[in-house]
């Protein structure tokens, strides 16, 4: 039975070594409990480090044993690779560029190689497990190498990936020396997550400066794959903190606390230890109210509570003296001997506490600098047993864009945060209760079960998209049908190629995209055998395609089907055609061209063709876009047709394409065998007109196509048509 397997840096289970032997303790967090659903059912997995350097292979084998017991399998780090490769690369480059802290990265070779080398073992311990069939479910910013690593492994496997944190603007993402690999090591997925539509955008953004591969959609169409991806706002198991803050133990915590408090207010605020959650912030805003508004003096606390974490880390460790030393002062200035301004813990409570106070406090103050999500705030709602309580919310965490019934403030505005916490002190009950309804109703609803749900569905989903869209591999099998059918055939033997993007690669500069001798040579060869006709059907102008294979004996379909040659003949055109129409329309794109940098246009005898590939990409498509309602409202009721291409949009004569030239070739040889290779939308109408037993290939896999079979690009072309030599 296929299997699921979970994959992510720390497994769900902390194994500590104690005076007694080892420990296993399930690790708390979101995480652990919204997949514990998934990873304990039938033999599904989950792999990750167990979070202790191991002594011995004893140890390990120990280890490994037990976790098996629980459906989980560990990976072994080094305290070189947790050093280099978690507190290195992951924590101290990647984690503040993605959250807007770039002035923090370090840009270190050593973590970087220990980066690859920690993906590769987690790669090499997830294909010692996995089958053909399962799926594999990666999870966050510690492994985004891993998709492509198990791509290459297992091209089939269907595999998603998850982001907890956000993806920053591109321009962020330019910073880092490591960039493009970091990209195409996520699109190794089949599926990617992230908490918010922003984020999506951000990385779709990121894959097409950097990268060059278009989208729509959601879908990104690489050279060889096309690649989902999609918001999934991660939710909490609400029923687990609802019956925790209903629990007696949480009921006992509560009154203890209620007690020593007295009539004191309590304004919450959890983290764990970390610079872009706005702790300081946060406590010189609570300074600033209890200036300005000095009757909450004596009557309202902070409750912090910091979690400890990554204290191995410089800034970490820097972060923590900050906050302790602004608590001590706002403490020392504030204090009465009945009343502390800030409570202040460094350290981890169990669940019954930490529902005690989020039961207690009538206010959460969650005001992160940035942040994938958040589930504090949502448990802080699902903890709210009476409907009472107010949440002040970032704009900046991901939660906000759920929870527009919090407070929603930005966290550098102090003043704003202010006047939200006295706000918020004053809300009257019912409103009170008319916001937390309406949050309680979402977080309920979309809770981190239907946030696996929802993943889960959607990759399987994509897997049968991508396999109904998909022509049928080029495989060896059907390659040997083809060459016999080639040899067997009776009569003419038609060779129709498409040039760009078929026979040789994509160049910024389409000038520079000549052939080398070595395809020339192929395709001499190709139209010596006997009874064998090869057609160049192009786009490009004649005088282009003239000059650089006009010697050798092939047939030739220029402009997309109005020139047309046979070899050892003049250049005729399909049909009388009229041009006058350029004078008018080349206006039109030459302000486009003054609009887009980069942008330039080519002009043919009966075509006019805009081209963006060399423009900032999104400048590129947003004008695309502009220009080709502008020239479809210029050419209606004409006989023009406006095109669009890979990063070209054209303007020609409507009723002309490769298609209704390749038909004449079809009907002039009527050939015994037919082979028609294409890479673009302007090559389905050679397709679209071609016999039904024709062998029909589209270049670049993953799209929707009428051939009816696929080749991975030029180079596989050019293997194929040298095995016709043979
Ligand atoms: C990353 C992203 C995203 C905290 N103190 C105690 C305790 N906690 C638990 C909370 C909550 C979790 O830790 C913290 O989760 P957050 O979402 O707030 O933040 P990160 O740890 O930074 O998580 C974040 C998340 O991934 C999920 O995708 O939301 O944006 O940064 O569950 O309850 N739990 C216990 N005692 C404590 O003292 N038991």
């Known amino acids: 039975m296929p299997r699921t397997l979970i994959v992510s840096n720390r497994l769900p289970t902390k194994v500590q070594r104690t005076d007694d032997g080892l420990t296993f303790q399930p690790s708390e967090g979101g995480l652990a409990t919204g997949l514990g659903s998934i990873y304990r059912q039938d033999d599904n997995l989950w792999i990750g480090w167990p979070g202790l350097f191991v002594q011995d292979e004893a140890e390990e084998n120990h280890i490994r044993t037990e976790l098996a017991d629980d459906n989980m399998a560990p990976v072994f780090l080094t305290e070189d690779e947790i050093h280099n490769f978690y507190e290195g690369f992951s924590n101290s480059t990647l984690w503040p560029t993605f959250h807007y802290f770039s002035e923090l990265a370090t840009y ?22 996995a089958g053909p069939e399962d799926t594999i479910w990666v999870h966050d910013y510690q492994l985004l190498l891993l998709p492509e690593m198990l791509r290459k492994a297992r091209p089939e496997a269907s595999i998603g990936f998850f982001l907890h944190i956000p993806f920053p603007s591109q321009e962020l993402i330019r910073v880092l020396p490591w960039r493009t690999e970091l990209i195409r090591g996520m699109l190794g997925a089949d599926l990617i997550g992230f908490h918010t539509f922003g984020y999506m955008r951000h990385f779709l953004s990121a894959v097409s ?21 999609d918001a999934f706002p991660m939710g909490i198991d609400y029923g687990r903190y609802a019956e925790a803050a209903a629990s ?26 970390d610079y872009t959650k706005g702790i300081a912030q946060r406590l010189k805003a609570f300074d600033l109210l209890l200036q300005r508004y000095p009757e909450w003096r004596g009557q ?17 460790a820097a972060l923590k003296e900050e906050i302790d030393n602004i608590v001590g002062r706002i403490n020392a200035q504030y204090r009465t001997i009945s009343w ?7 350290r981890s409570l169990p669940l019954e506490e930490l529902t005690a106070l989020y039961r207690l406090a009538e206010v959460a103050l969650v005001t992160p600098m940035r942040d994938g999500m958040n589930l504090v ?115 003419e033997r038609l060779i129709l190629l498409d040039y760009d993007g078929t026979l040789v690669g994509f160049h910024p500069n389409p000038q520079r995209a000549q052939p080398g001798e070595e395809l020339r040579l192929l395709l001499r060869a190709l139209s010596d055998l006997p009874h064998t006709r090869v057609v160049i059907i192009s786009g ?49 794109l030459e302000l486009y061209v003054a609009r887009t940098t980069g942008s330039f246009i080519e002009e043919k005898d009966y075509s006019l063709v805009w081209h963006y590939r060399r423009a900032d990409a999104d400048l590129g ?51 015994g065998f037919v082979l028609a290779l294409g890479d673009d939308r302007t090559d389905e109408d050679t397709f679209r007109a071609m016999p039904e037993e024709a062998y029909t290939v589209r270049v670049g896999t993953g799209v929707r196509s009428l051939a009816r079979f696929n080749l991975a690009s030029p180079i596989e072309v050019r293997q194929l048509l040298r095995k016709l030599l043979a």
């Not at 050892?568 to 206006?587: I, M, S, V, Y």
Request: aromatic share 8%; proline share 4%.
């Open 209 to 229: 400066h950097l990268l060059g591969y278009p989208a729509q959609n959601g879908q990104i169409e690489t050279p060889n794959r096309s690649v989902r991806v």
């Open 377 to 491: 705030a949502k448990e802080f709602i699902a903890s709210k047993l009476d409907q009472r309580g107010v949440l002040i919310l970032s704009e900046r965490a991901g939660a906000a864009r759920e929870l527009s019934d919090a407070i929603l403030i930005n966290p550098t505005d102090v003043n704003q945060v202010v006047e939200a916490m006295h706000d918020a002190l004053v809300m009257p009950e019912e409103e009170q209760t008319t916001r937390m309804k309406a949050m309680q109703a979402l977080v309920k609803r979309y809770n981190v079960f239907s946030w696996t749900r929802l993943f889960m569905n959607q990759l399987a989903y994509t897997k049968m998209k991508q396999h109904t869209l998909e022509a049928e591999q080029l495989t060896p099998t059907v390659t040997k049908q083809l060459l016999a059918d080639f040899h067997a055939a009776e009569g």
């Open 248 to 273: 007696e133990a949480t009921a006992a915590h509560m009154a203890e606390y209620r007690e020593a408090l007295r009539e004191t207010r309590v304004i919450l605020s959890i983290d764990r230890l």
């Open 340 to 346: 502390n301004p800030i409570l202040y813990f460094y």
């Open 300 to 316: 309202v606390s902070l409750l912090m509570l910091v979690v400890p974490s990554r204290d191995q880390v410089a800034q970490y």
């Open 540 to 588: 490009r102008d004649r005088d282009t395609l003239q000059n650089w294979l006009g010697d050798l004996p092939l047939d030739f379909i220029a402009e997309h089907g109005v020139w047309l040659r046979s070899a050892g003949e003049d250049w005729h055109l399909f049909q009388p055609l009229r041009n006058d129409w350029k004078r008018e329309l080349r206006p039109v």
């Open 108 to 129: 270190e070779q050593t973590h970087w190689d220990a980066y690859v080398t920690v993906n590769e073992k987690f790669c090499e311990a997830v294909l010692a497990q």
């Open 621 to 671: 498509q947003e004008r695309a876009r502009e220009l080709l309602s502008h020239l479809s409202f210029m050419t209606a009721n004409t006989d023009l047709q406006v095109m669009e291409g890979n990063k070209v949009i054209e303007i020609k004569n409507a009723g002309i394409n490769k298609g209704t030239a390749a038909a004449r070739w079809l009907a002039q040889y009527q050939p």
